[in-house]
């Protein structure tokens, strides 16, 4: 069973120990192979398939290093969490985490922002999963799709987490093997020995303007593109509360994913730009994708075509997995009494009401396909933004004031430790202001990083003034 922390009062100070842990209504039906691919599961989708495209488009072949910069942030972040996910698993997360650390308005503000962002990005990854149907099916309506595939996830979210999971794994494990797969096909073109291709030497990395060929700005660009694309590997600590084993589920789920999602996503992009001029402009077209455009380089019969399949389960398996963290996100949030009750009640081991919340915005998307076909997909990335950097800030914080705490007050339970702490906790820190600054500087990321801030600032004042009514009453909430 998940434990979770005892009632804490209101007005308790900000970052008081919990006490002991009570169970969660949450059922346990999530086995050690759910949580693996959960983790992977999320974060393998529209960002890597489709918007790694535009970064290498920016960035040309130093995207390799903008990913390999944006990866080690990723693993000092999900070391973090995964160090405070197996010392206290909680369906909220990183959320329960800011709100012991910080305050009732911290875990606001991160778990709404949080959830607000996966929301919008099922609606992104239902709209890219329509535009691979329609390209399929000419004269079918993307708001057709978009409108199936919530349907069908939504009816998964709605029965138990035991089928999610089974779901997820197969969704997951595919995709996996399909990008194992164009890695071996990929390295055997690099060194000439697949049939009927010939070694491309480094003519791609050097040549047509070389290694960094828009200089800076463009590594910039791309750096920033990379980020964004790793975002939803922190779903795997939300699913750990429904695990049969949270505190090993967790561990193990984090060790895993960190070192996988790097070996993917990092040599995904040496395989593509060493293949591929960077230039080309199939890379860049959220229709084909680097993925498709490599294959088809290589002139593999079919491969392409069995590439898209993967790339539209992938894009699918990525809708699942949101609409499940934002559903946990919501009912954690609610059960803590940061927002409507009937989003915190629990049918059949399933924050029901909950998962048809987290499910609205996919629907609306099912309506912004049909009005604006053309512009809703960049209109839906602008609107997110830089959300996960906020998340990942909360994290940093929360495991930088929780550390000492635990070590002091129950050492036993730091099975996951961050490593070099506090210094490297420090690095990240400095690391995700470095990116701020960045995004201020780029006239393409700044409107995102002003709303993300005026989101993020509306969120901490609703979360403030809830905290300061609290304290005053006296109420007391519980910590799921």
Known sequence: MSRTSAPTPAGTKAGATAGPTVDSPLTHGLKQRHLSMIALGGVIGAGLFVGSGAGIAAAGPSIVVAYAISGLLVMLVMRMLGEMSAANPASGSFSVHAERAIGPWAGFTAGWAFWVLLCVAVGLEGIGAAKIMSGWLPGTPEWAWVALFMLVFLGTNLASVKNFGEFEFWFAALKVGAIALFLIIGLLAIFGVLPGTDAPGTSNLTGDGGFMPKGSEGLVIGLLASVFAYGGLETVTIAAAESEKPVEGVAKAVRTAMWRIAIFYIGSMAVIVTLVPWDNPDVANPDKGPYVTTLDHLDIPGAGTV????????????????????????????????????????????????????????????????????????????????????????????????????????????????????????????????IFVLMLRQPGTRDQLLATGALTLVLAGIGFGMQKSREKAGTRTDIP
């Open 307 to 434: 590439m898209q399949i993967v790339v539209l389960i992938a894009l699918l398996s990525a809708m699942n997995a949101n609409i499940y963290g934002a559903s946990r996100m919501g009912y954690s949030l609610v059960a803590r009494g940061q927002g409507p009750k009937a989003l915190g009640r629990i049918s059949g081991g399933v924050p029901r009401i909950s998962v048809l919340a987290s499910s609205v915005f996919g629907f609306l998307c099912v309506l912004l396909s049909y009005w604006r076909p053309d512009d809703v997909f960049p209109w839906l990335l602008n609107m997110i933004g830089a959300v996960i950097l906020v998340v990942w800030i909360f994290i940093a914080a929360s495991q930088l004031l929780l550390r000492r705490r635990t070590e002091r007050e129950a050492p036993e339970t730091l099975v996951v430790k961050m490593w070099a702490y506090p210094v490297l906790t420090w690095v990240a820190l400095i690391g995700m202001v470095g």
